[in-house]
């Protein structure tokens, strides 16, 4: 849609939602935005742990009644990444006891051979389903898990051990509360004494009325800091399970008669393929993550626009949005949000789109937006908070409580650290092929000009790639450890790079297809804005490259100062554009500064 065929009230703001959200967002993100802005997702001060998980529960079951076909949910990338992005800022425990059921446990039921298992209790949340996999000892060497599921001639089925105390399944929601529940179970399958590798074991834990079954046992595990949810640790005493029990498919199949085949010619990638659902969970993760990042900047945007302050002179009241010192870190995090969430939609888009050909690269691409996504939402929400002084810490405003559940993204569907680290060596195993310096010299090209700064950052990557790359053919380590510690830091700066240029690029891309002159003005500037804090960063090995000019680099501070000036006024708009609903916001306190929010009025 060109401008000139705009209706008269489209407004700025509606135009970057679009991009934001695209154009199915009503279909796609409306049914929660409705949902979660309602009565009962609203904020309640003053709930034990156990009664705020018992309220997570309740609610999820309200979630399940909104979805009119929970497998087209749990099947498409898109609406199962839609239903994260708004469930954090409602009920962080609920988001996750939500991802759990639907995606790791149902997704996994629905990727293996399925067709004689009847899924409707799941589909219904008659019962609810779980996902043990870590264990105390094994977290992110989870290929090394201990449980067992033994092959039982005589009976046909299969017996669950937990041979040691290492080897409880660690942090599972597998109490009493929620009502009956089933797990899936990773253990290594023996066949007459053989090791045949890791594999997903459905497993009943519980009743209806929530009382563990015969040689499960189930241990509370201290409450944490993160989303509010009923962690334990279980293990199996002998548990007899059907030969059903097991999850099959081409990468292994269980004969009745003990007879063993698999597609694939080692464990670690059958154990992989059981476990696949991890993938989409890190999408889910990084979702979760991006709405919970949204809801943080929209508060403290408009806390900063609606608290008054001391001014430059005498009497003088003004927004804290008009000091500099308040606004521009919070146009930095808006940068970030928006280069983030559009990098998730890329990524989406990727991984629907995937082949078995390109499967491993989009999971490692998949890896790096999660780590950078996730990480960012920590550093955003942190701003966010402090920008709101101590009423940011009140949990009814809606940012303490899910800045601290954001750490569980940080660790969940593999810790960021851990995934990142398996990415860049594979980056620099011909995982990553830079891209070529620009051979237009640098003299004469802006640092308003996104391209140009499109390939600063690409720049950037490959100094970190090239520096990685030779320490890693730095002859005289002792050993492979020795040679990868010398050379892991630089390749995690070259993943760190790799993903603000993707972030950078989908940001750019996306502000050509707004639909008016105007929002593409801003998304420009946002583009600039994020872009240009990364070449600061790197503009010392920049100049040393002969990438930037010594002028260039003198420059950058005013720069930037300009792109500041530039997008101040347009803060509003930009946190508009993210949708928060206004039933969601009134409920806030910090965002009624005479106390006449629905939430203040209701507290004693």
């Known amino acids: 849609m060109i401008d000139s065929q705009l209706p008269s009230d489209y407004s700025r703001s509606s135009a970057l939602q679009t991009v934001l959200f695209g154009t199915q967002a009503e279909q796609l993100h409306g049914p929660w935005r409705e949902l979660f802005s309602s009565a009962p997702f609203a904020f309640q001060e003053g709930l034990t742990h156990r009664e705020r998980t018992e309220l997570s529960y309740q609610r999820l079951h309200l979630v399940n009644e909104t979805v009119p076909d929970v497998r087209a949910l749990v099947t498409d990338a898109a609406s199962l990444t839609a239903l994260h992005e708004w469930a954090g800022a409602a009920d962080a425990g609920m988001a996750t006891i939500a991802s759990i059921h639907f995606n790791l446990f149902l997704g996994s039921l629905l990727d293996h051979d399925h067709e004689d298992r009847d899924l409707t209790p799941y589909l219904r949340m008659e019962r609810l389903g779980t996902f043990l996999c870590t264990e105390q000892a094994h977290g992110n060497d989870a290929a090394q898990l201990e449980t067992t599921a033994t092959f039982d001639r005589a009976s046909g089925g299969f017996v669950l051990d937990t041979p040691s105390d290492g080897a409880r399944k660690f942090m599972p929601n597998t109490s009493s509360v929620g009502g009956a529940k089933d797990a899936l179970v990773a253990a290594r399958l023996i066949v007459d004494g053989e090791d045949r590798g890791v594999f997903l074991f459905l497993t009943p834990l519980s009743d209806k009325s929530g009382q563990h079954l015969p040689g499960v046992e189930v241990r509370d595990l201290p409450q944490t800091g993160s989303a509010p949810v009923d962690h334990c640790t279980t293990a199996f005493h002998s548990v007899p399970l059907p030969f059903t029990a097991m999850l099959q498919g081409e990468h292994g199949r269980l004969h009745p008669d003990g007879r063993f085949v698999s597609s694939l010619g080692n464990s670690r990638k059958r154990f992989l393929h059981s476990i696949g659902r991890v993938t989409m969970g890190k999408l889910c993760m990084s979702a979760y993550s991006l709405g919970v990042t949204r809801h943080a900047l929209g508060i403290a945007v408009r806390h900063a626009h609606n608290r008054q302050t001391a001014g430059m002179t005498k009497g003088q009241r003004v927004p804290l949005m008009s000091h500099r010192s308040h606004h521009a870190p919070l146009l930095d995090a808006l940068a970030s949000t928006y280069a983030a969430t559009l990098l998730h939609r890329s990524v989406v888009r ?193 100049l040393a490259q002969g990438r930037l000019t010594a002028d260039q680099v003198l420059d950058l501070p005013d720069v930037i100062e300009s792109v500041v000036t530039d997008l101040a006024p347009h803060a509003l708009e930009m946190v508009e554009a993210f949708s928060v609903p206004h039933e969601l916001l009134d409920r806030h306190p910090i965002l009624h500064p005479d106390g006449s929010s629905s939430l203040a009025s209701a507290l004693p």
């Open 350 to 542: 990727q991984w629907s789109r995937s082949t078995e050909a390109d499967r491993e690269d989009c999971e490692r691409l998949i890896a790096v937006a999660k780590g950078w996504i996730t990480w960012r939402a920590r550093t955003v929400m942190t701003e966010c908070r402090e920008r709101c002084g101590a009423q940011g810490l009140a949990l009814a405003n809606g940012i303490t409580f899910q800045l601290a559940a954001n750490e569980g993204t940080i660790t969940a569907e593999g810790d960021n650290l851990v995934i990142w680290t398996k990415a860049a060596g594979e980056m620099l195993l011909g995982g990553l092929t830079p891209k070529p310096a620009n051979e237009t010299l640098p003299e004469g090209r802006s640092l308003r000009d996104p391209q140009h700064l499109q390939d600063l950052l690409a720049d950037v990557e490959r100094i970190w790639h090239e520096r990685a790359r030779t320490r890693l053919r730095t002859k005289g380590a002792r050993s492979p450890l020795d040679r990868w510690n010398a050379t892991v830091t630089s390749a995690l700066k070259l993943v760190d790079a790799h993903a603000h240029r993707l972030a950078a690029d989908a940001l750019l891309s996306a502000s050509a297809q707004a639909a008016s002159a105007d929002a593409r003005s801003l998304l420009v500037d946002l583009h600039g804005l994020f872009a240009l804090r990364e070449v600061a960063a790197h503009s010392g090995d920049l």
